[in-house]
């Protein structure tokens, strides 16, 4: 397993060791340990499981309260994974970076608490496998715009297939900043 530190602070590019032989492939999903061992201290407490098709684009999603961290992989086609740093305060508050995930390139990305998370689909079908650190609190879900013009994300699909939710979120300005992840340290949990 490699770790590549990407263009934000705390997220991650993480090259899996994926074994292939005249059978087909086997890799190491997650082993704690290790992502320990690399820094990665995310206790994970809910996975999910999205299956979409081509040119569908999800996002950009965070909850406020109950920030989750996301460990993100693709099991079956190939996405173009992207977070958006949303921490009030941050020197990098609004910007992104992006990867290509897919089956056959064995990459995960780990994006911290504090950013906004979304995938395009660029394969005929992609299911995208993620580990959460919080429950799924629908009262504390916020979307951002896709096309934010402040964000300027460079997606590689012009016209995308959203949800009514994606399609009305709002821009990052938008959105009042107090209930935005702030950079102060968490509470420990009881």
Same mark, same amino acid.
């Given at each position: 397993?490699?770790?590549?530190? =990407?263009?934000?602070?705390? /997220?991650?590019?993480?090259?899996?060791?994926? *074994?292939?032989?005249?059978?087909?492939?086997?890799?190491?999903?997650?082993?704690?340990?290790?992502?320990?061992?690399?820094?990665?201290?995310?206790?994970? /407490?809910?996975?999910?499981?999205? *299956?979409?098709?081509?040119?569908?684009?999800?996002?950009? *999603?965070?909850?406020?309260?109950?920030?989750?961290?996301?460990?993100?992989?693709? /099991?079956?086609?190939?996405?173009?994974?992207?977070? #958006?740093?949303?921490?009030?305060?941050?020197?990098?508050?609004?910007?992104?970076?992006?990867? /290509?995930?897919?089956?056959?390139?064995?990459?995960?990305?780990?994006?911290?608490?504090?950013?906004? *998370?979304?995938? %395009?689909? =660029?394969?005929?079908? %992609?299911?995208? #496998?993620? +580990? =959460?650190?919080?429950?799924?609190?629908?009262?504390?879900?916020?979307?951002?715009?896709?096309?934010?013009?402040?964000?300027?994300?460079?997606?590689?699909?012009?016209?995308?297939?959203?949800?009514?939710?994606?399609?009305?979120? $709002?821009?990052?300005?938008?959105?009042?900043?107090?209930?935005? $992840?702030?950079?102060?340290? +968490?509470?420990?949990?009881?």
């Amino acid at each position: 397993m490699k770790i590549t530190p =990407l263009s934000l602070p705390d /997220v991650f590019l993480i090259q899996l060791d994926v *074994h292939r032989d005249s059978r087909g492939f086997l890799f190491e999903a997650y082993q704690n340990e290790r992502y320990l061992a690399a820094g990665i201290t995310a206790q994970f /407490v809910q996975d999910n499981v999205s *299956h979409s098709t081509r040119g569908v684009l999800r996002g950009l *999603h965070f909850q406020e309260p109950f920030a989750q961290a996301k460990l993100v992989s693709v /099991v079956e086609g190939e996405i173009f994974d992207v977070a #958006v740093d949303v921490r009030v305060g941050s020197s990098t508050f609004g910007r992104w970076t992006g990867e /290509v995930l897919a089956r056959d390139n064995g990459r995960q990305m780990f994006i911290p608490e504090g950013f906004a *998370h979304g995938f %395009a689909v =660029l394969s005929e079908a %992609a299911t995208v #496998v993620y +580990k =959460l650190s919080d429950f799924l609190h629908p009262e504390a879900g916020r979307s951002i715009a896709w096309n934010d013009p402040a964000i300027r994300i460079a997606w590689p699909i012009a016209e995308p297939i959203l949800s009514r939710q994606d399609a009305a979120a $709002p821009c990052l300005s938008a959105i009042p900043r107090v209930t935005l $992840p702030s950079l102060e340290p +968490k509470q420990a949990r009881e």
